[in-house]
């Protein structure tokens, strides 16, 4: 064990050529950029890399981890030889961890030391304790691409907060990834509406949006920040002149809804910064009679089911193929 500005570095012998690195961290990462940047170890100049791919997406503590392998060619004396730099990264939310091990084969072993590391590490300056957390795995047919972990916290003084986490690793062709992180912090009030927050997204070492909300008088928010590098700012009212729901008040209308019996028709305004950071957008809500529910926001439509609590439980988009689905971990 090796204490190093900002981490603590693990060396783990497997009894191999190599052994397994682990890196433990005191702050809350992008998991997708700390994942790339492991992916950029791996020289151009010095090797060729025939295949990343994202092969696993767990929950650990309740906090998600992410696997993702690089199979590559490095030239030696006798020719080319074939290398696999396996990464795994816990997405805790005080302490991440990440995980390394650059040796063929093996990946069996390293998933199970990985995330037997995930489950066990213990740390006396965790994260505070969440009122609710839930995780949802992404998958493009069978493939986990990434997740979306949401937490619900209360401070001292009272006010609730609702953090949203994202890493997307889609693949782009065999050879590289097209890497996406989001992350939100929501300020809520008692009744479950949005009061302010700050949305971010980033990819390739970029933010892609940073935007900031705060209420005004009359139902009025004001938005600002950046994307795409251009400044952004301004206001508006939602459309029945009613502050936003956050996540939290919509599950608990979905599930006041889902305990009645048959067909519902819920509509209303969300922000959604990604899809459009000066307006609210209009979210449909429907149950048909078999009980599938369908939510429908601008073109996208998903069709899955809801859990008892109103969260998402499983939902595919219907504009596949490929099949993108999200799963209640």
Same mark, same amino acid.
């Given at each position: 064990?090796?204490?190093?500005?900002?981490?603590?570095?693990?060396?783990?012998?497997? /009894?191999?050529? %190599?052994?397994?690195?682990?890196?433990?961290?005191?702050?809350?990462?992008?998991?997708?950029?700390?994942?790339? &940047?492991?992916? $950029?170890?791996?020289?151009?100049?010095?090797?060729?890399?025939?295949?990343?791919?994202?092969?696993?997406?767990?929950?650990?503590? $309740?906090?998600?981890?992410?696997?993702?392998?690089?199979?590559?060619?490095?030239?030696?004396?006798?020719?080319?030889?074939?290398?696999?730099?396996?990464?795994?990264?816990?997405?805790?939310?005080?302490?991440?961890?990440?995980?390394?091990?650059?040796? @063929?084969?093996?990946?069996?072993?390293?998933?199970?030391?990985?995330?037997?590391?995930?489950?066990?590490?213990?740390?006396?300056?965790?994260?505070?304790?969440?009122?609710?957390?839930?995780?949802?795995?992404?998958? @493009?047919?069978?493939?986990?691409? /990434?997740?979306?972990?949401?937490?619900?916290?209360?401070?001292?003084?009272?006010?609730?907060?609702?953090?949203?986490?994202?890493?997307?690793?889609?693949?782009?062709?065999?050879?590289?990834?097209?890497?996406?992180?989001? =992350?939100? &912090?929501?300020?809520?009030? =008692?009744?479950?509406?949005?009061?302010?927050?700050?949305?971010?997204?980033? %990819?390739?070492?970029?933010?892609?949006?940073?935007?900031?909300?705060?209420?005004?008088? &009359?139902?009025?928010? $004001?938005?600002?920040?950046e994307v795409e590098g251009k400044k952004v700012q301004g206001t508006f009212t939602p459309s029945a002149k009613a502050w936003l729901a956050s996540p939290v008040a919509t599950a %608990?209308?979905?599930?006041?809804?889902?305990?009645?019996?048959?067909?519902f028709d819920f509509k209303q305004q969300e922000y959604a910064p990604s899809v459009d950071p000066t307006k609210p957008v209009d979210v449909q809500y429907a149950r048909d009679a078999?009980?599938?529910?369908? @939510?429908s926001l601008g073109p996208m439509r998903l069709v899955g089911s809801l859990a008892p609590d109103g969260r998402p439980e499983a939902f595919e988009l219907s504009s596949g193929p490929?099949?993108?689905?999200?799963?209640?971990?």
């Amino acid at each position: 064990i090796e204490p190093k500005e900002k981490l603590v570095a693990i060396t783990i012998p497997l /009894g191999t050529d %190599s052994a397994v690195e682990c890196f433990v961290y005191n702050t809350m990462l992008d998991s997708g950029e700390v994942i790339r &940047n492991f992916i $950029e170890l791996l020289d151009p100049a010095k090797v060729e890399v025939s295949r990343v791919v994202p092969w696993e997406v767990s929950v650990h503590r $309740e906090s998600p981890a992410v696997f993702v392998q690089a199979l590559y060619l490095a030239p030696t004396a006798a020719g080319k030889a074939a290398g696999l730099l396996k990464i795994a990264l816990h997405a805790d939310r005080a302490h991440p961890i990440a995980c390394l091990h650059d040796e @063929v084969g093996y990946v069996r072993t390293f998933e199970r030391l990985a995330k037997g590391i995930f489950d066990s590490f213990d740390a006396k300056s965790a994260a505070p304790k969440s009122e609710y957390t839930d995780t949802l795995i992404l998958r @493009v047919d069978k493939a986990p691409i /990434g997740f979306e972990t949401s937490d619900l916290f209360k401070d001292e003084g009272g006010q609730r907060r609702w953090l949203s986490r994202s890493a997307t690793l889609l693949p782009r062709d065999p050879k590289s990834l097209e890497i996406e992180d989001d =992350a939100s &912090n929501v300020l809520i009030d =008692a009744q479950g509406r949005i009061k302010g927050g700050v949305w971010i997204e980033s %990819s390739a070492g970029k933010v892609n949006h940073r935007i900031e909300l705060s209420q005004k008088a &009359n139902h009025q928010y $004001e938005y600002s920040g950046e994307v795409e590098g251009k400044k952004v700012q301004g206001t508006f009212t939602p459309s029945a002149k009613a502050w936003l729901a956050s996540p939290v008040a919509t599950a %608990s209308e979905l599930s006041r809804l889902l305990k009645k019996k048959g067909s519902f028709d819920f509509k209303q305004q969300e922000y959604a910064p990604s899809v459009d950071p000066t307006k609210p957008v209009d979210v449909q809500y429907a149950r048909d009679a078999s009980g599938s529910v369908t @939510v429908s926001l601008g073109p996208m439509r998903l069709v899955g089911s809801l859990a008892p609590d109103g969260r998402p439980e499983a939902f595919e988009l219907s504009s596949g193929p490929p099949k993108l689905t999200l799963q209640r971990a």
